[in-house]
């Protein structure tokens, strides 16, 4: 809503309210805005949550209520939606003592459901907040932001951008840390739970990339229901949970992130989701898939395709001769993505094996390793029945080639304190991170990277961003302390732009592993590499069973590869390691030319395993049937199974430890107690037909009677009337 806009509304409305009479019930599909003017107030609705709004007696905005239709609606109205911290002092947003007055509301359709749009002035300050809430249509989750603008020649410091302030019941909060959480404190992608006791807060969040330390995302069970929630953003955040005697409130935001609204700099602060569901692990798997395909995708689905990456098996030594070698061997295996990592451009592949920073940033192949160029390696993995992947990463240079012609400039640098990386003198750094708040930088960019794409035609990009370091250099559009803040920004302009002008491209997001894990980068992102500690099994497992209770499945990616621990060449058991990264998208590092024949008809027949499973895995969500398996040495079994959210069936992948038991009961999670299912083994073929509710209760058996002790079970829902057979065993 543009100022001019607002002044003519003020001079229409008197007290404000008058407003909530002219806008009436605003469906679209299965998702409207009731408006009730006695009340003050708005209720967001789907078949699946109701959240109400309002207008408390003095001015401030509140969530009131929150429910579904299997769920006790939550009362929320003891505290403020959300504030803002102008020029250093928290302000409910509304609050007519601070100055706010309301304007007014606007319903419009979004692409998957319909928007509310709030908005309030602070005449005093020159500014203008507008609070928008999203309802999609089919799942149990409202989106919610704030816009701040301000008039021509006024100006004001927000801080400490708050996503929303809730008041709720007292339960136990569980989250997920990060991947640089230390082993002694769990290790990366684990399942935390904490129950705050009066007097105690919890905090949570990420200093640098969104989830260094923990996933930007939370739960609350109350014992009666789950709520959850998070914040679509890649950059550092926090939540605080604060307990009272009576209620918990969540806070969350970005911390501290100084920023300066003007007329021609406005602020939209990052989106933030929050949903309810009744009390299940099941439940909120699948209130999450359901809400990121279609709130956040908006109905782009996941592809999951097999994927060769070079970079375990050859580092930077690679050419075009054994390119070409190995696009043969993994066609024959059936991968059907082959993508050429780093090192592939002008000085790489000169340092050590793994050094991919030297040459990073010249934007050109090295035409003595790859003397037809990159685009010959795209057509010939066209022609044996691949896609072609490529390497990048555009926000980091080496800073030999800073100020060569065409290519990175001094002053486009990030700094934080004089220093391009804060460990490292000047003399000693190496490489450079572009700060993409310069709105140059950003046009160089996207400059490079469409010269690239365009001569190259990659089927795949995988971006990458290895260091990260908050720029408080001046001349960057930023301040001293929203460098964060405007990187974020920058980040997605850029790749709105590559989506626009490549909508096909499948993009891979990666951060020296999965240090920008997070509900933004899935709305320009493909497939998510989860951690270069790809290697034991056992740590794939643990990652999987972590991230897939709240992201899909078919979006987290692990290779097949060994290590000393667990070495693929001549592996006990090759299809443990295959079918640990299944649950997932399936992709494969090691040099084929190595493995014997035996091992190579092996990983074909797993990867054909994995191809006919992939539909279930593409649409759906998973449910933990035992405990997440620890990082450490396992004794037990662990299993997890992955739902379909169209048909109803199901895969349950479980694991055996060398120490494990002979033989464990799974239990499927989430079945139609009426319907029957026909449930079958990868290796032993068809085991029975049995209901729903027997398959919950009595489980299925499973003992050391195949080949490896990795397991997958195909539950598949049979028609209505299909006759029950031997109990499944």
Partial sequence: MSLGIVLALLALIVGGRSALAQSPSSPTGQASVIVDASRSSWTMRNDHVSLTIGLGADGALRMLSLGSPATTAVKLDTGADTFLTIDGQPVPLGLRQAGFTFIGQTTSDHPSGVELALTFSLGARGLVATRHYVVHSTSPVVEVWTTVTAADGQS????????????????????????????????????????????????????????ETAIPWWSLDTGSLQLFGGLMWSGAWSVEFARDQGTLRASLGLPDSPTEVRSDVPLEMPHAFLGVTQNDAFAVSAAMQAFILEGIRHGRPFESPVVYNTWFSYGTRTDEEQIRDEMER??????????????????????????????????????????????????????????????????????????????????????????????????????????????????????????????????????????????????????????????????????????????????????????????????????????????????????????????????????????????LLRADDLSMLARSRMPGVLGLSVKTRELVKDE?????????????????????????????????????????????????????????????????????????PAATYRVESIDLGPLGVATGADLMSGGIELNDATASDAHILVIARQPAGSAVGAPVR
Avoid at 167 to 186: F, H, N, R, Y
Avoid at 645 to 664: K, L, M, N, Q, S
């Fill in 156 to 211: 004001a410091q927000l801080s400490n951008l708050n996503a929303y302030d809730l008041t709720l019941p007292p339960g136990t909060v569980s989250w997920i840390t990060g991947l640089q959480i230390a082993e002694a404190d769990g290790g990366p992608f684990t399942s935390r739970r904490q129950q705050p006791q009066p007097g105690e807060i919890l905090r949570i969040g990420a200093a640098g990339r969104s989830s």
């Fill in 330 to 567: 993994v066609a024959a295996l059936g991968v059907e993505v082959f993508v050429l990592d780093a090192g592939w451009y002008l000085g790489g592949g000169r340092g050590a094996f793994f050094d991919f920073e030297e040459g990073l940033g010249s934007w050109q192949a090295d035409a003595s390793r790859f003397p037809k160029g990159l685009a010959s390696l795209t057509d010939y993995a066209h022609s044996l029945g691949m896609r072609f992947g490529l390497w990048v990463e555009p926000e980091r240079t080496s800073l030999s080639w800073v100020n060569q012609p065409g290519l990175a400039r001094d002053d486009w640098l990030v700094t934080s304190g004089g220093r391009y990386d804060p460990g490292l003198s000047n003399e000693e750094a190496k490489v450079g991170q572009l700060c993409l708040a310069d709105g140059r930088v950003r046009g160089w960019m996207l400059e490079r990277l469409y010269a690239l794409i365009d001569g190259v035609r990659p089927d795949y990009l995988k971006w990458d961003n290895n260091r990260w370091f908050n720029c408080d250099r001046s001349g960057h559009g930023h301040g001293q302390g929203d460098g964060n803040l405007r990187q974020v920004e920058g980040l997605y302009a850029v790749l709105d732009q590559l989506r626009l002008r490549y909508p096909q491209m499948l993009i891979e997001n990666v951060s020296g592993g999965g240090n920008r894990l997070d509900f933004a980068m899935l709305r320009y992102s493909d497939v998510a590499w989860m951690d270069d500690r790809s290697a034991p099994s056992l740590f794939v497992r643990h990652n999987l069973q972590g991230l897939g209770t709240v992201f899909p499945p078919a979006h987290l990616f692990a290779f097949i590869m060994g290590n000393a621990s667990e070495p």
């Fill in 600 to 672: 190579l008809e092996l990983l074909a027949r797993e990867i054909a395993h994995y191809k006919r499973l992939r539909p279930i895995l593409q649409e759906g969500s998973v449910t933990l049937l035992t405990a997440q398996v620890p990082r450490s040495a396992s004794v037990d079994w662990d299993a997890l199974q992955v739902t379909s959210a169209t048909t109803g069936d199901a895969i349950v992948f479980a694991f055996a430890a060398p120490e494990a038991p002979d033989r464990t009961t799974v239990r499927p999670q989430g079945l139609d």
